[in-house]
């Protein structure tokens, strides 16, 4: 027995150990981790910053604290809030242009101009810092409808508002970076602590607390669940933008018919070309607008050149016509014309206004109806001027009681910057150009307007801009192709000699389904030639379709090259 007490005590002594040794790991396994996040490194904030928890997200950005005024710079501004904000880099000024006006504040100013006059607020609304400009987001809540609160390194911000789910903090806890007791602790909460649940898991919930923290909290912690409905803000009111349609301005004795624009280009070099005015009206049916090619900007300042005469306003009243004149950036009349940069003329807010108020002034001076804006050039790092620039033009066009009409190219993704989402805000009408689809010089052979690419830029149109305000525009023209060897050449053919060229060469051209435009292809010597035809039938189905889509009319280029049975198609168009 005396030697069996010693191997008695061991086993003992093993199974203390064993025993503290299987306590201790569950222990370490299922206790409560105690350790504190680093909140710096969580939110990756340094001094000065903050970090921005928008809705139930925290986002990259960070917002700026300077004087405890919070900041954003301008493109998160632009990013989550309000694009509308614009910077003028080279006269230092941020403007802020509504349907009515255009509020202006210089960099590093503690005042803003309005209509009304110049006020005052008791911060540093922008500063221009490391190449960056950065805006006071009380000044941004000025003319935007959001909400932010900060807290110690972090703050909630609002831009929708709806329903939320809450619970209340049963028992005191912690709020930890992931679920698990493991994980760190980011901060206590204590009984009865409302927090807004936002993903409820097995174990676990994914919450937030009322100072914006985003973390874990055990389910057994949470009771009294709610649904809780969030107050919009609502403070800002924006000036409505007005639109003219085409029966606003109708000339006394206009048929307007079924209230569709069906407006005509007018190309003329020079103001001789005013005097074949009657000849381009004659032969047409169903027209109401004449755009005359009259201004071309010509150099950086803000002017342009004019063929401009009242007399042919008047004339074209006469008829039953409204005269939206044509202002370009390509239609150059001056010997300096490779020095005229697009990104000069607009990026500048002194030019960019003078020449606003110079075609408005003329607009007004010959009694023109409207302004038809063609540009045509602006490359996408001048996209962001081009679109103040018709804002600006908007409000004036608007207080003038001009219609604005604004031309485009069908739309894709590389030339979105021309924004139809802006222009179908502030323009009465946008016009794309439904053509060009092979263009001439390009080396492509193919369709000038076949009807899908006719469709879908219709259809990606009316995605950003309301129907009524599109009008298609459709070519009376065609490209003849020769493809001879490697070499690719064309040449133009109009609507109206299409028929007689292919008597000429004693070619009948075959309905194409795809395109639904008649094809003809033939070959000469060691030259092969393709030719898409625009014809009464080709008009038909585009006109077919556009009605279909209920847009809000057609435009031409141009008057001069039509034929009296697509004139027809164009009346009962118009009329429909």
């Known amino acids: 027995m005396k030697k069996a007490i010693p191997v008695i005590i061991a086993m003992f002594l093993i199974l203390v150990i064993g025993g503290i040794a299987v306590g201790s790991m569950l222990y370490d396994k299922y206790s409560y981790s105690k350790e504190q996040a680093d909140l710096d490194a969580y939110y990756q904030v340094s001094e000065g910053e903050c970090a921005i928890v928008l809705q139930d997200e925290l986002i990259?950005?960070?917002?700026?604290?300077?004087?405890?005024?919070?900041?954003?710079?301008?493109?998160?501004?632009?990013?989550?809030?309000?694009?509308?904000?614009?910077?003028?880099?080279?006269?230092?000024?941020?403007?802020?242009?509504?349907?009515?006006?255009?509020?202006?504040?210089?960099?590093?100013?503690?005042?803003?101009?309005?209509?009304?006059?110049?006020?005052?607020?008791?911060?540093?609304?922008?500063?221009?810092?490391?190449?960056?400009?950065?805006?006071?987001?009380?000044?941004?809540?000025?003319?935007?409808?959001?909400?932010?609160?900060?807290?110690?390194?972090?703050?909630?911000?609002?831009?929708?508002?709806?329903?939320?789910?809450?619970?209340?903090?049963?028992?005191?806890?912690?709020?930890?970076?992931?679920?698990?007791?493991?994980?760190?602790?980011?901060?206590?909460?204590?009984?009865?602590?409302?927090?807004?649940?936002?993903?409820?898991?097995?174990?676990?919930?994914?919450?937030?607390?009322?100072?914006?923290?985003?973390?874990?909290?055990?389910?057994?912690?949470?009771?009294?669940?709610?649904?809780?409905?969030?107050?919009?803000?609502?403070?800002?009111?924006?000036?409505?933008?007005?639109?003219?349609?085409?029966?606003?301005?109708?000339?006394?004795?206009?048929?307007?018919?079924?209230?569709?624009?069906?407006?005509?280009?007018?190309?003329?070099?020079?103001?001789?070309?005013?005097?074949?005015?009657?000849?381009?009206?004659?032969?047409?049916?169903?027209?109401?607008?004449?755009?005359?090619?009259?201004?071309?900007i010509n150099d950086t300042a803000g002017n342009f050149r004019s063929f401009g005469e009242s007399s042919y306003v008047e004339r074209a009243h006469s008829y039953g016509l409204q005269v939206w004149?044509?202002?370009?950036?390509?239609?150059?009349?001056?010997?300096?014309?490779?020095?005229?940069?697009?990104?000069?003329?607009?990026?500048?807010?002194?030019?960019?206004?003078?020449?606003?108020?110079?075609?408005?002034?003329?607009?007004?001076?010959?009694?023109?109806?409207?302004?038809?804006?063609?540009?045509?050039?602006?490359?996408?790092?001048?996209?962001?001027?081009?679109?103040?620039?018709?804002?600006?033009?908007?409000?004036?066009?608007?207080?003038?009681?001009?219609?604005?009409?604004?031309?485009?190219?069908?739309?894709?993704?590389?030339?979105?910057?021309y924004r139809l989402d802006v222009q179908g805000q502030v323009a009465d009408y946008v016009i794309i150009m439904g053509y060009d689809e092979h263009w001439h010089g390009s080396g492509d052979p193919g369709s000038v307007a076949s009807i899908d690419y006719v469709k879908g830029g219709i259809e990606r149109t009316m995605e950003e801009v309301p129907a009524e305000k599109i009008v298609n525009a459709l070519p009376f023209y065609t490209i003849l192709w020769k493809v001879d060897g490697a070499k690719v050449t064309d040449e133009y053919l109009t609507l109206n000699n299409t028929a007689d060229f292919m008597n000429r060469i004693g070619v009948k051209a075959q309905w194409d389904e795809e395109t639904c435009q008649n094809y003809a292809e033939w070959t000469s010597g060691s030259a092969t030639y393709q030719i898409w035809l625009e014809d009464a039938e080709s008009i038909n189905v585009k006109l077919n379709v556009m009605n279909a889509h209920n847009i809000g009319g057609v435009a031409v280029w141009r008057l001069g090259y039509g034929t009296s049975a697509v004139w027809e198609l164009l009346n009962a168009y118009s009329n429909s």
């Open 325 to 417: 004149g044509v202002l370009d950036d390509f239609n150059y009349n001056n010997e300096n014309d490779a020095n005229i940069s697009v990104y000069n003329l607009l990026s500048s807010t002194i030019t960019r206004q003078n020449l606003v108020q110079n075609v408005v002034n003329e607009a007004v001076s010959l009694g023109l109806d409207g302004i038809n804006l063609d540009f045509e050039r602006v490359t996408e790092d001048a996209g962001v001027h081009y679109v103040q620039f018709l804002r600006e033009l908007s409000i004036q066009c608007r207080s003038n009681g001009l219609v604005l009409s604004i031309d485009n190219y069908v739309p894709f993704h590389f030339n979105d910057y």
């Open 60 to 296: 990259e950005e960070k917002a700026i604290v300077r004087d405890g005024v919070c900041y954003l710079d301008l493109a998160t501004v632009h990013k989550y809030l309000n694009d509308i904000f614009y910077e003028d880099r080279s006269e230092e000024l941020l403007l802020y242009t509504t349907a009515t006006e255009v509020i202006k504040t210089g960099f590093g100013s503690q005042a803003y101009t309005t209509a009304s006059g110049e006020q005052s607020v008791d911060y540093v609304i922008c500063y221009l810092e490391n190449d960056t400009l950065y805006v006071a987001m009380d000044y941004v809540k000025l003319f935007t409808n959001y909400s932010y609160e900060k807290f110690e390194r972090q703050m909630q911000m609002y831009t929708q508002w709806g329903t939320k789910e809450t619970a209340e903090i049963a028992k005191d806890t912690a709020v930890r970076y992931r679920g698990g007791v493991k994980s760190e602790v980011l901060r206590d909460l204590a009984k009865g602590e409302t927090v807004e649940v936002l993903e409820v898991l097995e174990n676990w919930s994914k919450i937030k607390t009322s100072d914006a923290m985003i973390g874990y909290v055990e389910n057994k912690r949470l009771t009294n669940a709610a649904t809780v409905q969030e107050t919009p803000v609502t403070d800002y009111v924006a000036p409505e933008y007005t639109s003219l349609s085409l029966t606003d301005k109708a000339p006394e004795g206009a048929v307007t018919g079924s209230g569709k624009v069906s407006l005509g280009w007018h190309a003329i070099g020079g103001v001789g070309g005013n005097s074949t005015l009657e000849e381009m009206v004659a032969g047409t049916k169903g027209m109401n607008v004449i755009a005359p090619t009259w201004f071309s």
